[in-house]
């Protein structure tokens, strides 16, 4: 075993059965402690599985990782996340609630949009009066009135409210109800859910069907749950209803201080408050930080008092706080301490040479990067935006007819996606969909189009409808085309949109690689599925010098920090107004402070420019005078 402190010896080795709490500060040594109960579980049992549970799915990879050298890990832990559990119940067992076989997952908000205004349509709901836009408003105040629609959607299910619930809390709109339910209904009939639904159909399963949960019991005797502060409703009471009353030994990791996710519903309520009442867990305290320097150890305790203990082998480390004139300056003083950390090459507090590689600029959100990217590439400093797991839409045309005409093979009813890939085409859609051929029929269609990069299109669409759906060869796909797009490419005047499919249509060669390796299904659907759970996105690989907001920056740490864009208004954003909106705020700049493990610099411009191009005057922020003080 590793070498673990006394009071992670007593949690790894805790007697197995029980219920434990674990409240685990940053750099604390959680995701250790989590790996090696797993280890100690399995290696102290001679059949019992474990579902470790984790918030991310670079988290699952990295323990799978810590714990290859088990025996028989793959068979005996199911290592994943809350949605990746659930999907798998949903697919197995989706057909005992009468939901459809094949169902296909909308993880694009204009996708469940589109869903949205089409199930007003087909109640014979006059959309412009009933979202009350009048003919002089923008089309902005629209999508402003959609996108609130979803976002109360999703909280209707990340709460799990029954009608009656939801009646209650939209008493204001009547028509919300029925509303939410003709949008569910528009949902099923096109043979598909939205992200949100894959844990409230997985829910409502276990519940509805115990003898489900039983068939994941008899070999699954144990839970582990990794940043359980981070928990909703809906993802609490899956593990609840998952355990049932026969799993007694569930663990539960988190640092309350660290919740940031609360506009998803997160709360560190079910880890303190109603994992306490329902499994009456033995508590134990990890606040030592075995990874910051005392610098970065002293700023967390400003920001959070006596959240963090310092080691008795932590490093004196380095701060530094800047005020600066305005995002020009602060992007240039920043570059400038880029440049003067590469040029020292080494100190005692870096293992190896100082690099772009072990630091990483933090911001609350992406925008405060602007100046900063700018100033970089005049620099000729390289440098990458971390980004999250879900893959991004391509971009070629041909990739898009490829990634819109699979989702039409799998799933016939899916008329949104239907509907953009004759758009894409330019044709008018068909007035039916449903047909197992449909896809044939929009090829069919189109087929009298002559140009030869047109009559690909046609090939790529009736490639994919003969495509075998349980065991497809991607790779031998992937190679006919590629030949056809660089044959095309040596002829056509079209070449930056040949070339931008050719990498694509690698990229997508890439996912499947991906998928087979990590052994997540053989068929085309699953493959689907895996994507929309974002489990398809390569080990992030950061080339240059890494930007990151701190929820993209979440459980991953740097030797050198710069925490940059500190202003009120921006961190903590001018949007949190209520006491718990603000105490998140804070609980994120902690965990930016907390990515150090040596050197932190913090800065902020006193005025910034305006998106509409004023410049106004900036006033540092209040986390930032705290830390100051």
Not at 369 to 397: C, H, N, W
Request: glycine letters at 4%; one cysteine or more.
């Amino acid at each position: 075993m590793i070498n673990l402190s006394k009071t992670q010896t007593l949690i790894v080795q805790s007697a197995i059965g029980s219920a434990i709490q674990v409240l685990a500060s940053a750099g604390s040594g959680k995701t250790r402690v989590l790996t090696e109960r797993v280890r100690h579980i399995l290696e102290s049992t001679k059949k019992e599985g474990v579902i470790a549970l984790t918030f991310t799915n670079k988290a699952a990879e990295e323990m799978q990782q810590r714990l290859e050298d088990v025996e028989n890990i793959e068979e005996r832990a199911w290592i994943s996340t809350i949605h990746g559990v659930a999907q798998r119940i949903l697919e197995q067992y989706g057909h005992t609630i009468n939901l459809p076989s094949e169902l296909h997952i909308y993880e694009r908000d204009q996708d469940r949009k589109t869903v949205f205004l089409q199930s007003l349509r087909e109640n014979g709901v006059d959309i412009d009066s009933f979202l009350d836009v009048a003919d002089e408003r923008t089309k902005r105040d629209r999508e402003r009135i959609i996108q609130n629609y979803m976002e109360q959607f999703s909280v209707v299910k990340r709460l799990l409210l029954t009608e009656s619930e939801i009646e209650k809390r939209y008493s204001e709109n009547e028509r919300f109800l029925s509303v939410y339910l003709a949008y569910q209904s528009a949902l099923l009939e096109s043979g598909g859910i939205d992200f949100d639904d894959i844990l409230v159909y997985a829910h409502k399963i276990l519940l509805a069907q115990p003898w489900c949960a039983d068939i994941y019991r008899a070999k699954f005797k144990h839970i582990c749950v990794d940043e359980a502060q981070d928990l909703n409703k809906a993802q609490y009471e899956f593990i609840r209803v998952l355990c049932g009353d026969k799993i007694k030994s569930i663990m539960m990791v988190g640092d309350p201080n660290q919740m940031i996710y609360g506009f998803n519903g997160s709360s560190h309520q079910y880890l303190c408050e109603d994992f306490v009442t329902d499994f009456k867990p033995d508590r134990y305290v990890l606040n030592e930080n075995y990874r910051s320097s005392k610098s970065v150890i002293h700023l967390a305790n400003k920001l959070k008092p006596g959240s963090q203990l310092e080691t008795a082998f932590a490093l004196s480390g380095y701060s530094q706080i800047e005020t600066l004139p305005d995002e020009s300056s602060e992007a240039d003083w920043i570059v400038a301490a880029v440049k003067s950390l590469i040029a020292q090459k080494e100190h005692t507090d870096i293992e190896g040479e100082i690099s772009l590689g072990n630091m990483v600029v933090i911001a609350r959100n992406r925008f405060v990067f602007k100046t900063l990217q700018e100033k970089l590439e005049s620099a000729e400093i390289p440098y990458s935006l971390k980004k999250g797991e879900r893959q991004v839409e391509p971009s070629s045309m041909f990739c898009r007819v490829l990634d819109l005409s699979i989702r039409l093979r799998l799933n016939p009813k899916d008329w949104v996606d239907g509907k953009k890939l004759c758009s894409v085409l330019s044709i008018e859609p068909p007035h039916e969909w449903g047909q197992d051929d449909i896809l044939l029929q929009i090829a069919n269609d189109y087929s009298q189009e002559s140009e030869a990069l047109n009559q690909l299109y046609v090939e790529l669409m009736k490639s994919i409808q003969e495509i075998n759906l349980d065991e497809p060869n991607i790779p031998k796909f992937c190679v006919k085309f590629k030949k056809q797009l660089e044959r095309l490419a040596s002829q056509s005047s079209e070449k930056d949109e040949l070339a931008t499919a050719l990498e694509e249509l690698d990229d997508f060669r890439s996912s499947w690689t991906v998928f087979k390796r990590k052994g997540l299904g053989d068929s085309l659907m699953s493959f689907r599925n895996a994507s929309a759970l974002g489990q398809l996105a390569d080990s992030y690989d950061p080339f240059g010098l890494t930007l990151s907001t701190v929820h993209t920056m979440k459980g991953l740490e740097k030797d050198i920090v710069f925490l940059m864009g500190m202003c009120e208004g921006v961190f903590p954003d001018y949007r949190a107004k209520t006491h718990t909106e603000l105490d998140e705020e804070r609980n994120s700049a902690f965990v930016a402070v907390t990515r150090s493990r040596r050197w932190i610099y913090i800065t902020c411009p006193l005025s910034r420019k305006m998106p509409w191009g004023d410049v106004k005057r900036q006033t540092p922020s209040r986390f930032l005078n705290e830390m100051k003080g």
